[in-house]
């Protein structure tokens, strides 16, 4: 490096913008362990204050992906696509779409990941399967999408390793929430899979990361941006995370819900409603596009009514069984919770609003999530919600269900999870879930 570490950190510090050898040589050496973290925290909190250049972005893309191994593909005749989701709560998608768009012919290497913050993570509920294994070497979980079109694993040591490291460090200097940084930790190891097409589930709310729509739709621009300049394709879509997605958030009552999603169940409502139809009709949705990258249908519409006939038939259904029993997973043993509780409306009115991020704390006490990397996640903790937003509710009826397997957190989420729901004596109005599509 021409420069010092000093003055790096100055000249981001004052808002320069650094050359692109620079900034790739900087942080492929603090992925080695040449730069320190008193050093590198620094330079995060500029770059959260002061930003990158588009050009700063791209450099910073580039050198997370070639701290590491890049997959590739050189025999795979099928068009390879994954999704990525934000996160909320009872953000369950990618266990329907994956199996759908891998049995409708394409192929998903489906890198994901754990908890992060009030919001589920993929990996946690699919290790609630009894047996189910995230941790694949490589060769492995590629031998898989070969065989099945589909394999999911988590972030391996050999993936962006300087991405996993800034991340580390990201999360305990409190520069997680700089848009840029987001954007190319997302990126680089979507980029590193070696696929070809990408569909982005950018959610806003109040159980997203970005509380706004103009933030979200912003982000996802973002990481359009980035994935246009690696020559991927890439369709983003902005969706509403200000009330929970389906009827159940929590690890193994996630997965019951797929479960049922799959084999064609419904669930009615005090109101006759299907609680599973958002989950169902946004897997659907983010499965077409992920299958309309591939040209391979022709059109949206062709692509969406292909994805619904996967799922309607069973083929999906039947391709999650093969993941699960190729990784590891027994579905007959799938657990349920020990201890239950209701948590009852205390108004009589109209559910006008959901404070999701406080919920998703609360079913992180129950045990649903890790306070600490070192905490064991509960499987079978979670919470049911009765109710929408805009459902016509009485005081005394079931607001939601609590369930866990330790009685004690139950009784502490139970005092403070109803002060997490507002009402009024008018429904609020109605918003369609999938706000934006951009491409």
């Not at 909320?88 to 990618?94: A, E, L, V």
């Not at 065989?147 to 391996?156: E, P, R, S, V, Y």
């Not at 103009?214 to 246009?228: K, N, P, T, V, Y």
């Not at 403070?416 to 109605?430: E, R, T």
């Amino acid at each position: 490096m021409n420069l010092l570490p000093t003055q790096i950190i100055r000249l981001k510090r004052d808002g320069k913008v650094l050359p692109a050898p620079v900034l790739r040589q900087w942080i492929q050496e603090y992925g080695k362990g040449h730069i320190p973290d008193y050093q590198m925290s620094a330079f995060l909190m500029a770059v959260c204050l002061r930003g990158f250049s588009s050009e700063e972005l791209h450099a910073s893309v580039e050198a997370m992906i070639e701290s590491g191994v890049t997959l590739h593909w050189p025999k795979h005749p099928r068009f390879l696509v994954d999704k990525h989701s934000t996160g909320g709560i009872g953000d369950k998608t990618s266990l329907i779409l994956g199996p759908i768009v891998a049995a409708a012919g394409l192929s998903v290497p489906m890198m994901s990941g754990r908890g992060l913050g009030h919001t589920g993570g993929t990996l946690d509920k699919l290790e609630s399967i009894p047996g189910f294994q995230t941790r694949l070497e490589l060769p492995s979980f590629q031998e898989q999408v070969e065989k099945l079109n589909i394999a999911f694993i988590g972030q391996t040591e050999e993936i962006c390793p300087a991405d996993r490291k800034l991340y580390s460090l990201r999360d305990v200097t409190g520069t997680v929430e700089s848009m840029n940084l987001i954007s190319g930790s997302i990126m680089s190891k979507k980029i590193a899979e070696g696929i070809q097409g990408l569909v982005l589930d950018v959610k806003f709310g109040t159980g997203a990361f970005f509380k706004t729509l103009e933030e979200s739709a912003e982000l996802a621009r973002q990481l359009m941006a980035i994935g246009h300049q690696f020559g991927k394709k890439v369709v983003a879509l902005v969706t509403d995370m200000n009330q929970p997605l389906g009827r159940f958030a929590g690890n193994a009552l996630e997965v019951h819900e797929c479960i049922d999603i799959l084999t064609g169940q419904v669930h009615r409502n005090s109101h006759q409603e299907d609680s599973y139809a958002d989950t169902r009709e946004l897997s659907i949705q983010l499965a077409a596009q992920m299958m309309n990258l591939s040209g391979r249908w022709g059109n949206l519409a062709a692509a969406e009514q292909e994805a619904r006939h996967v799922l309607n038939s069973g083929q999906a259904y039947n391709k999650f069984v093969e993941i699960c029993r190729a990784q590891g997973g027994d579905l007959t043993r799938l657990p349920r919770p020990r201890h239950s509780r209701i948590v009852p409306v205390t108004v009589d009115g109209f559910i006008t609003g959901f404070d999701l991020e406080a919920i998703g704390y609360l079913n992180v006490q129950l045990g649903a999530g890790r306070v600490q990397l070192t905490d064991v996640i509960d499987p079978t903790a979670g919470i049911e919600f009765h109710h929408k937003l805009g459902h016509a509710v009485r005081r005394g009826e079931p607001l939601m269900t609590l369930y866990a397997a330790d009685e004690k957190r139950l009784h502490q989420v139970a005092e403070k999870v109803g002060a997490c729901v507002s009402y009024g004596q008018q429904a609020p109005p109605k918003f369609s879930l999938i706000r934006k599509v951009m491409s």
